[in-house]
């Protein structure tokens, strides 16, 4: 479990110094859709911004390469307008403040699951965002 621990720390270290509250419910609403197995998890997710053509994108959060930058409404043409209303709900914050963070979270969230370049197991992305949501 150490590596988990490391990425778990990494993660929060990185995403977490001028974290608000909302910042810190997004974190943990990214979390619960990247560890969710009935929409694919994060290779559902990777597999949705490659169905957009956004393929090139998330595949240099994947790799061991500089990350490339997303847009808002990049991310809103791959996850829907319900999607980010539905995040917004959850935290109390508009749809336009969730599709404002998401650029900054998901690339270094993706990069961080996955240290090696390739996708961790499906069972170890839950248990890292256990331990996200628990720090």
Do not use: H, Y
Not at 35 to 49: P, R
Not at 89 to 104: A, D, F, N, Y
């Amino acid at each position: 479990m150490g590596l988990l621990d490391g990425l778990a720390g990494q993660v929060m270290n990185s995403l977490a110094g001028n974290e608000s509250a909302p910042q810190s419910g997004l974190l943990e609403a990214v979390g619960a859709m990247l560890g969710n197995a009935q929409s694919g998890g994060l290779a559902g997710l990777l597999a949705a911004f490659e169905q957009q053509g956004l393929g090139g994108i998330v595949a240099s959060w994947v790799g061991t390469g500089a990350n490339q930058a997303i847009s808002a409404e990049q991310i809103r043409s791959v996850l829907g307008s319900g999607q980010i209303q539905a995040l917004a709900g959850q935290l109390g914050i508009s749809s336009e403040e969730v599709s404002g963070q998401l650029p900054q979270f998901l690339p270094q969230i993706v990069d961080r699951l996955t240290p090696n370049g390739t996708l961790p197991a499906e069972g170890a992305v839950g248990g890292l965002l256990n331990m996200l949501k628990g720090s």
